[in-house]
């Protein structure tokens, strides 16, 4: 099994898109075999690599198309992408009462594990059932956070959805580490808020920041 990396935070604008992208983009270059997941209504993710007006991988969570014929090659060899769009919007409601809802990602990517090293799944801006889809597909999250005080109350509520995840779906679920985003070395409150993320979880930030 490749390594599942979600990248979740349910506040809109601190980097989630960017960090996965690139991120994808650089294992791919170094030679991994790398799935981007767009599993964002607004499609950031699939409109970053160049593409747009596929079908979305929304048509495999619901039965409708085999996630092998929706998988898209990038310009940058190595990296693949199962597009995002606008019909992901609706997944929420129509799964809302299905048995297992929380575990449909996880079953549609079964298909597809063997054949990449590493699966990045790009989150939309909520703690729902797109997300959540999402953790019990991972094995680690990703957390960008940026520099501010209001993120630090979204970071509790984040923590405290991939604990019950933890706990109901998905045991193998950690978090592989918070990374800092628009860190502004000219603030105190940026070097307040990263002291204090960085005092509680220690070894679980990563030392790179993005200005």
Excluded at 10 to 33: C, E, F, P, S, W
Aim: hydrophobic residues 40%; contains cysteine.
């Amino acid at each position: 099994m490749g390594r599942h990396f979600a990248f979740a935070n349910q506040k809109g604008g601190v980097g989630k898109t960017t960090t996965a992208v690139n991120l994808g983009a650089y294992l791919a270059l170094i030679g991994r075999r790398v799935l981007m997941v767009d599993f964002d209504p607004q499609g950031n993710a699939t409109s970053s690599v160049g593409l747009a007006g596929s079908p979305s991988i929304y048509q495999a969570v619901i039965g409708a198309a085999d996630i092998t014929d929706l998988i898209r090659p990038t310009s940058i060899p190595g990296l693949s992408i199962a597009p995002g769009g606008i019909d992901l919007s609706g997944a929420s409601v129509e799964l809302a009462d299905a048995p297992g809802r929380e575990e449909y990602l996880k079953r549609v990517l079964q298909d597809v594990t063997e054949s990449f090293d590493d699966v990045l799944i790009d989150c939309p801006p909520s703690l729902g059932l797109l997300t959540i889809n999402a953790l019990v597909a991972a094995t680690r999250v990703v957390i960008p956070l940026q520099c501010e005080y209001l993120a630090l109350e979204g970071l509790t509520m984040l923590l405290r959805t991939i604990e019950r995840v933890q706990q109901r779906h998905n045991r193998d679920l950690s978090v592989g580490g918070i990374v800092f985003t628009m860190y502004d070395s000219r603030t105190r409150l940026t070097h307040e808020v990263v002291r204090e993320v960085t005092g509680y979880f220690r070894d679980r930030v990563f030392r790179t920041v993005i200005p």
